[in-house]
């Protein structure tokens, strides 16, 4: 049985930092590919980084490129999404997931491609 414990999250102004993890049991990490996801309120959730198995591999949506960093510490067996000069538009609930079917296109990534989720964390920029 896969668990996913998420943390981080918050309330934060434009301009500043927040880490976002999500620590997982029951998976064996470093064979699996990953992906963040977020939801802002009234749309579609979309994928805005992906990690590949290795961690050798990253890949980004534009909104978010040269900002957020994902990264995974196979032997924490934990996801990272590290995002810095935060905006307003950022303000989203945020979801890992784990499993994920690797997309090298990353506007490709749908939810169906997703087998384990974290729970949201909400994450909200204040301007």
């Known amino acids: 049985q896969v668990k996913v414990v998420p943390s981080g999250g918050g309330l934060v102004q434009a301009g500043g930092s927040l880490t976002l993890s999500c620590a997982a049991s029951g998976l064996t990490f470093d064979e699996n590919d990953m992906a963040w996801f977020r939801q802002a309120q009234g749309k579609e959730r979309e994928g805005i980084a992906c990690i590949s198995m290795s961690g050798a591999n990253t890949l980004y949506v534009d909104s978010v490129k040269g900002r957020f960093t994902i990264t995974k510490d196979n032997a924490k067996n934990t996801l990272y999404l590290q995002m810095n000069n935060l905006k307003p538009e950022d303000t989203a609930m945020y979801y890992c997931?784990?499993?994920?079917?690797?997309?090298?296109?990353?506007?490709?990534?749908?939810?169906?491609?997703?087998?384990?989720w974290g729970q949201g964390a909400q994450v909200t920029v204040s301007s």
């Open positions: 997931a784990l499993d994920v079917k690797w997309r090298w296109n990353i506007s490709r990534l749908s939810l169906d491609d997703a087998k384990y």
